[in-house]
């Protein structure tokens, strides 16, 4: 009696300091102190994009040296590794949304913020255009703005190569309003499915879901496709549910090609116990309004009719990027985006714009991981590089001043110090690990050990540690909180499926 009386004790005690702590965490991430107005002696730091490599940069810049202005047509940040989740609502939208301002607000000196898209760069008198794109629209809907440094992370967006049809009847998986439009597609082919007196062809059309495109964002959606399917939609629509298909149609001959061959393997392996049809080697040519034309490997071409139809076919430059890019001249010939250097400068426009992320062409593969970890490095280099600026004013007055022998020691040790500062180290990146989820309470991982080779693991424990690493990665306290409910929610009440 007396062990579960203490028991009890422990337990209580252990749930009022984890809530005491939640709420004390929640109020301080409410409650933004005052800030330091914009000090006009200092330099304008012009940040365009609100994803992952300028909430990066934002989180860690010191803005005691600089007056931000932050630039993007989204107020908020957007956790992408979670949108195919919010597409067949096993989290909910708002849960991995995390508007820019509270982060902003928390920086030392005050960050302006616009929503608005910007439209032209202008490297050379160095200024950003940019428009209100919203509903609602005042009387000045254009603004030219002057920058003393740029920080250019405006990401990509969809690849569609110019095949007809793929703007008109195809959803895409990038961005809110995707996952939106998705769900009330596929829910909308459902219940139009259900309509009385429809064809069996057109309802084997209409419950016909394809995913173009085999890399993870494909994959990951034709996962939780199947979780839907399967913990959900049997249940409502049981006279249905069956005949749901969904295919998945990749050009390559597998899909994944960023993973070891054994994670390729159990991905093919889960999807055929799942009944997802893998059709590799396979071609998109032509998106029709009901049904897609698409060329096999004998180069034969065959139209498969389908309900809904997400592309997910890669990554492209958006249209200022292309632009920015041609202003530069002949430093930026590539096509996949902008040219940097080392230290993520723009080749062409060094010491005034910078470029992370997605726009940007390098080595490595467009991924969160990169785009965040390249934000937190310009961040610091910007705070070197104010140390630098006060250490060259500090120079000139010592120089001016100079004749004394303590005023030539202290100017040799400040030029010394300059000297070790102009070195900035370039950027490097470190990979931790590639994961995705494939549905079924599975996820695959392809993970370095200590530059010893890679881990490739796959299962439900990998799921497990998908989820915490996910958990761990969210934006704030509100977002993992927000994050695990609606995981607890979906687990004891499953996913709605009303259309709003
Ligand atoms: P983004 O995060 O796309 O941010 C671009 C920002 O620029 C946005 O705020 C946008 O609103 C803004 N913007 C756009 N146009 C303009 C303009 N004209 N002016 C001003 N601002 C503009 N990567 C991983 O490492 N792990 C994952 O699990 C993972 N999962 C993913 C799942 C999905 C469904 C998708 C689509 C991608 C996923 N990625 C993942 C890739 C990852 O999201 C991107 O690599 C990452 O978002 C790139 O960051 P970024 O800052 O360059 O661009
Ligand atoms: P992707 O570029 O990785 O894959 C697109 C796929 O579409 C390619 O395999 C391509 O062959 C295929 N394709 C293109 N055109 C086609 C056509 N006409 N017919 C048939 N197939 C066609 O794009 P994705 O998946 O959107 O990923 C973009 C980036 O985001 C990648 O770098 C990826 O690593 C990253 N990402 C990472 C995730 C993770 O780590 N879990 C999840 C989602 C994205």
């Known amino acids: 009696r007396s062990f579960l009386q203490n028991l009890g004790r422990v337990t209580l005690i252990t749930i009022a300091g984890t809530g005491g702590t939640l709420y004390y965490f929640a109020q301080k991430d409410r409650h933004p102190g005052t800030q330091l107005p914009p000090d006009p002696s200092k330099k304008t730091v012009v940040v365009l994009g609100s994803g992952w490599g300028a909430t990066s940069f934002l989180k860690t810049l010191d803005t005691d040296e600089y007056n931000v202005v932050v630039v993007s047509p989204h107020n908020y940040f957007l956790f992408t590794p979670l949108l195919p989740s919010c597409a067949v609502g096993t989290v909910s939208l708002r849960s991995i949304i995390q508007p820019i301002r509270y982060v902003t607000r928390f920086k030392k000196r005050q960050v302006t913020v616009i929503e608005a898209e910007a439209k032209e760069v202008d490297?050379?008198?160095?200024?950003?255009?940019?428009?209100?794109?919203?509903?609602?629209?005042?009387?000045?809907?254009?603004?030219?703005?002057?920058?003393?440094?740029?920080?250019?992370?405006?990401?990509?967006?969809?690849?569609?190569?110019?095949?007809?049809?793929?703007?008109?009847?195809?959803?895409?998986?990038?961005?809110?309003?995707?996952?939106?439009?998705?769900?009330?597609?596929?829910?909308?082919?459902?219940?139009?499915?259900?309509?009385?007196?429809?064809?069996?062809?057109?309802?084997?059309?209409?419950?016909?879901?394809?995913?173009?495109?085999?890399?993870?964002?494909?994959?990951e959606l034709s996962g939780e496709l199947h979780d839907f399917l399967v913990d959900d939609l049997k249940y409502w629509y049981p006279e249905l549910a069956s005949r749901l298909r969904i295919t998945l149609i990749e050009a390559l001959p597998?899909?994944?090609?960023?993973?070891?061959?054994?994670?390729?393997?159990?991905?093919?392996?889960?999807?055929?116990?799942?009944?997802?049809?893998?059709?590799?080697?396979?071609?998109?040519?032509?998106?029709?309004?009901?049904?897609?034309?698409?060329?096999?490997?004998?180069?034969?071409?065959?139209?498969?009719?389908?309900?809904?139809?997400?592309w997910a076919g890669g990554n492209k430059a958006r249209s200022i990027t292309v632009d920015l890019m041609k202003a530069l001249g002949a430093a930026q010939a590539g096509k996949r985006g902008l040219a940097v250097n080392d230290h993520l400068e723009v080749v062409g426009a060094e010491g005034s714009i910078w470029a992370l992320g997605d726009c940007t062409s390098t080595s490595y593969a467009p991924?969160?991981?990169?785009?965040?970890?390249?934000?937190?490095?310009?961040?610091?280099?910007?705070?070197?590089?104010?140390?630098?600026?006060?250490?060259?004013?500090?120079?000139?007055?010592?120089?001016?001043?100079?004749?004394?022998?303590?005023g030539i020691e202290d100017a040799k040790k400040v030029e010394g110090a300059l000297e070790r500062m102009r070195k900035f180290a370039p950027f490097s990146y470190s990979h931790q690990g590639s994961l995705a989820y494939i549905g079924s309470d599975k996820a695959i991982a392809d993970l370095p050990i200590f530059g010893q080779g890679n881990l490739a693991t796959g299962g439900v424990a990998t799921y497990l540690f998908w989820r915490s690493a996910y958990i761990s990665t969210l934006f704030s306290l509100r977002n993992r909180v927000l994050v695990s409910t609606d995981w607890l929610a979906t687990k004891l009440f499953g996913r709605d499926v009303s259309r709003e």
């Open 123 to 219: 490297p050379v008198n160095k200024t950003v255009t940019f428009h209100d794109n919203s509903v609602i629209k005042g009387e000045v809907v254009s603004t030219t703005m002057p920058y003393d440094y740029l920080v250019y992370a405006v990401g990509a967006e969809t690849q569609t190569f110019g095949i007809p049809g793929v703007k008109e009847n195809a959803c895409y998986m990038k961005e809110l309003g995707d996952a939106e439009k998705f769900r009330e597609n596929m829910m909308d082919c459902i219940e139009t499915a259900a309509f009385p007196g429809q064809s069996d062809k057109e309802i084997d059309r209409l419950l016909h879901m394809v995913v173009v495109g085999g890399g993870p964002t494909g994959v």
């Open 254 to 310: 597998t899909v994944l090609p960023m993973f070891s061959k054994q994670l390729i393997s159990y991905t093919e392996s889960t999807f055929k116990e799942n009944k997802i049809d893998i059709l590799t080697k396979t071609m998109v040519k032509e998106i029709k309004p009901n049904a897609v034309v698409v060329q096999k490997e004998d180069k034969s071409l065959v139209e498969i009719p389908f309900g809904l139809l997400v």
């Open 367 to 406: 991924t969160a991981q990169v785009a965040s970890q390249q934000g937190g490095y310009l961040a610091r280099q910007f705070v070197q590089m104010a140390k630098k600026d006060a250490l060259e004013r500090d120079l000139q007055v010592l120089r001016a001043g100079a004749g004394s022998e303590g």
